[in-house]
């Protein structure tokens, strides 16, 4: 790829298309011009970049031309819609959906597990889910050290997983109760302010929600482990930013608190906040904004045999999506050969 | 014990002792007389009672003369202070503390589960850990039928178990973030509006708290069931009341969705609340000031090959305190031989 590429984002006025942005300029990512695309309903609003303010550009099929690098973050119908356009003018996409985690020719990448699937890629790879990605750069280093069988897990999930709109609607509860006014709901079923929801996504036939099944079927393809089980209730949480899971892992073989602290304090991307006695562990409220994930809370499970529990907290528009696709990025303008 | 014994509220200005107040009147309890007790500092606080307005007396060692039965709730120092004088007085204690819970001679007791034990009780009998209650609740049910090995669960525990204070700290942290003042910190170690915080209770050196050992030692002891395992992460979220935990329980017995129901539909003091596609589940706004607990998202569980997975809510101040300290009353004061 081009050493400077023209980069574009679809969905640059979102949630994460924000933090796409200001990533890329945060890490010094080498963008030679950059694109920012939207739905007709955001063309015209400038989105300050590298000391310039860009005007936002409606998305088309056209869009793509000269484009090196898409990122895209506008939902599974954009991509599904639009990532093919931008393949075919050239451009390398990388898609925040979950439009293409499951297809088999595109890879899914955290690129401090398994960067290498990146030079498979034919035009296409693929972000995974923001819990998902959080909960496995503290399983992994795990997986590495004792061989991970399965995981029983509950994640805390915060609004802004749900966009900027239910950031708003979180913002806007709060208020109403606060001065004693109804309380409107527009983004979810329930009442979000003080309150938990047990839903995040849509229910299948099995009773588990598509978010609570991307743990299994996104960590298999991750991990390279086809038969790894993940048994994961998702719940939404009155917190704005930074999702968090409480993990009981399952292993191959004997866990050592030691050896399982010496690999967390290894992997990168990933720090270990593990002090009880000074009440330290991760916290959404401290890893909102961080590039790393927090584990801690890290004890032998007392219900498995070979098993260890752990929390892990991180910032789901960061690691969670914008980080984690920037990273990829990275990956693909580094030169041939490059560590 | 007499029919309409004279009742003593030892705590009765704290969360749990107000809501034993209400719950007396509510169920009419035949309450001869009622006294209410607190430390000095609440002394001539007036507390309204069946039409009254009661006077909060001191508690000393000579409060108990002439009561018959007296409910605990201030916390187990108080409790292994006076609860001794209040049995030499003659006075049945039933004890909202964690004081006396594992002691062998004090039956712990939910009603629903295992009535019968309070029938050897030697002048006191424990109410169980909130969480604890509640996920017994639905799991009773289900160990009758399946028979249950082991449980993974984490919890969403609401502020106002930790007391009347805590709630107050919500409060007023959220009101401080919307008129974007700094953020003060009196009973949690961390900001808990917009966060959550994975501490509940004290560390242990195996690295799980106090509260969530509660669950496999109390479990074991209510269900009558000494290899009962539990591996447990208890979490305190911005919720005002009522707490909900996410289970993954093991069986011995092969599991099905339709027996699994039906259990749960026959348990006492339990709603099945499961309609996915409508997006019913249990929730702890819901579930605030409910007397039954309420279990939903039932699923087959991925990870287990005898599992289940639910979620369940309730009110931690009633079923997990005052209601189910009166349910133990009532059934002190049924006449013998009664159902």
Redesign the interface.
């Known amino acids: 790829m081009n050493k400077q590429p023209h980069v574009a984002i679809v969905g640059a006025t979102g949630a994460v298309g924000i933090e796409m942005v200001k990533t890329l300029e945060k890490r010094r990512f080498p963008v030679g011009q950059l694109t920012l695309l939207a739905s007709v309903r955001s063309v015209g609003r400038k989105i300050p970049f590298a000391g310039q303010d860009l005007v936002v550009q409606e998305l088309t099929k056209d869009s793509f031309r000269g484009v090196d690098l898409a990122l895209f973050s506008a939902g599974g119908g954009i991509s599904r819609e639009f990532a093919a356009s931008a393949v075919a003018a050239g451009c390398v996409v990388v898609d925040n959906s979950s439009a293409f985690r499951q297809d088999l020719e595109v890879p899914l990448v955290i690129p401090e597990i398994n960067a290498a699937d990146i030079q498979a890629h034919k035009g296409i790879i693929a972000n995974p889910n923001c819990t998902t990605a959080i909960t496995l750069m503290a399983l992994y280093p795990l997986h590495q050290a004792f061989g991970v069988k399965?995981?029983?897990?509950?994640s805390?999930q915060a609004v802004s997983g749900t966009g900027a709109k239910a950031l708003e609607e979180l913002e806007r509860q709060?208020?109403q109760i606060?001065h004693r006014e109804p309380v409107t709901r527009q983004v979810y079923?329930?009442?979000i302010a003080?309150?938990?929801?047990?839903?995040v996504d849509a229910?299948l036939p099995?009773?588990?929600t598509k978010e609570e099944m991307k743990m299994?079927n996104e960590g298999r393809r991750i991990m390279h482990h086809d038969s790894f089980?993940?048994?994961v209730?998702c719940?939404r949480?009155?917190?704005?930013r930074s999702h968090?899971v409480?993990v009981?892992a399952e292993f191959e073989r004997p866990v050592s608190?030691a050896a399982a602290r010496t690999a967390l304090e290894r992997a990168p991307g990933l720090d270990v906040v593990d002090e009880?006695?000074r009440?330290q562990?991760?916290?959404?409220?401290f890893t909102t904004e961080k590039y790393n994930c927090a584990v801690?809370?890290?004890?032998?499970?007392?219900?498995?045999d070979n098993?260890l529990?752990f929390?892990v907290s991180g910032d789901q528009l960061l690691k969670g999506a914008a980080l984690n696709a920037v990273q990829i990025a990275e990956e693909l303008v580094k030169p041939p050969g490059a560590a």
Chains 1, 2 share one sequence.
Do not use: K
């Open positions: 399965r995981i029983f897990a509950a805390y709060v208020e606060v079923p329930h009442q003080f309150n938990v929801l047990p839903q229910f099995s009773g588990y299994e089980r993940a048994s209730t719940v949480v009155p917190v704005y968090s409480a009981s608190l009880p006695a009440q562990y991760p916290m959404p409220l801690g809370r890290l004890r032998l499970d007392r219900a498995l098993g529990c929390w």
